[in-house]
């Protein structure tokens, strides 16, 4: 049924349908709706789940670990500082290959505090060897869920998935959202049945010690299984779009990608600010195009090959930066093309940091001034009178397109 | 597409892995002046030193020679000396 829904209830009403045994989860800006929506579930008896109060987001991720150990379809979301407490644990369900979902609601990280948007927190996480996938908008935030169930619960597979989604900006965020009957998703998304678990009656050992003889061989199996997993993303992306009729890509979606020659490239809730950026350039007869990036990790690498054999230049936009190297897409992006035939130039842009507004004016600029020239790592919007700075961006680009 | 690895394992068998083969150093149990204290039982990490009426010794396909014992013996009645194959 379709509802004008906050994104955080659409998140909490899809997690429901997936029918977790047991949620725990810590309450965090801008995280918290989802959590207080489930629990109240769980106290009306909408969801039968166990719902933990834990003491901190540590103890939530090591709740999930333990009652996915037991066979348990388990559940937390978290943001920020959160899923950086997490960070231990997460690296450890990965490593026991459990298939649990994490929905973070991506903000900034301290200090200085800011409860605002951008994907520090998540990109921190990118080695944890966990699938992460980016929602553009809160109808493909909801529908990621029994998607990342049905991806990591795979038998090929075994990985935990977290599902991104800006904060703030698609989870307090008002849009109508269809929710399925729960027919509907029990149809699509199959009870969790793990090939190995334990209970009291057949006691198993977990997360045992891995000496130099033998570590180095789960390493290895799940850099294959992040390879492995591309397919299944497709495919269970297709299988949701035969069910629900709804499609957000596979690996990446395109936008008017068709003939274009000078492509964005964006992650999350982002994607819609560029699509009108695209078209207001299509209008004016630039051969603008946009490439979505839905699965950070694993990283669609072939996908992005196949479809931008015939662009000319690519502009990445992100909302993080690894301190000391600069940022992580757009790096990743330049060796896709390392050796290959047809090598387009990749330039960088970092922007909306810790909930920095990104208005389509200043995408226009960019567009303008990677005219010709590779840009890296450029700051967008910063307050000249706090960083007084040389930037091609303050330049004005002469004769070429009009303002907004 | 390959099968992912197995996770998890049957309880108890961390025996197999057997860390003796870690150990530079090996504790002689001189069985001469035991007072029959087992300070050497309670104190030993590996929980590898067995034994009764002041004869006691380490497991050593699982004691990794930390000295423990040896140090905390009240009679010295155990010696380390350098493990020589």
Sequence with gaps: MRKLIEGSMAVAEMVRLCRPHVVAAYPITPQTHIVENLSQFVADGELKAEFLNVESEFGAASVILGATVTGARAYSTTTSQGLLLMGEVLFNIAGLRLPTVITCANRAVSAPINIWNDHSDAMVMRDAGWVMLFAEDNQEAADMHPQAYKIGEDPDICLPVLINMDGFILTHAFEPVDIPEQQEVDDFLPPYQPSEYMTVKDPRTFGLLADPQWYMETRYKLQETLEDVKPVIERVADEFKAKFSRYYGGLIDTYRMDDAQRVFVAMGSLVGTVKEVVDDLRARGEKAGLLKIRSYRPFPRERILEVCKDVEELIVLEKAISFGSGGMLQEEMRAVFYKQKHQPSVSGFILGLGGRDIPPSSLIDVYKVCQGKVISNEFVDLRPEVVPKNSPLSAPVDGWLEDI | ?85
Excluded at chain 2, 25 to 35: A, G, L, S, V, W
Excluded at chain 2, 51 to 68: H, P, R, S, T, W
Aim: glycine share 8%; with cysteine; net charge negative.
């Design chain 2, 1 to 85: 597409m390959s099968k992912p690895i197995q996770i998890s394992v049957a309880p108890g068998t961390s025996r197999v892995n057997k860390t003796g083969s870690w150990r530079t150093m090996r504790p002689i149990f001189k069985h001469d002046t035991c007072n029959d204290c087992r300070i050497c039982v309670l104190v030993c990490p590996d929980a590898c030193i067995t034994g009764a009426d002041n004869v006691y010794d380490a497991d050593l396909d699982y004691c990794k020679g930390c000295g423990i014992c040896a140090y905390e013996c009240p009679v010295g009645d155990i010696d380390m000396v350098v493990e020589v194959k």
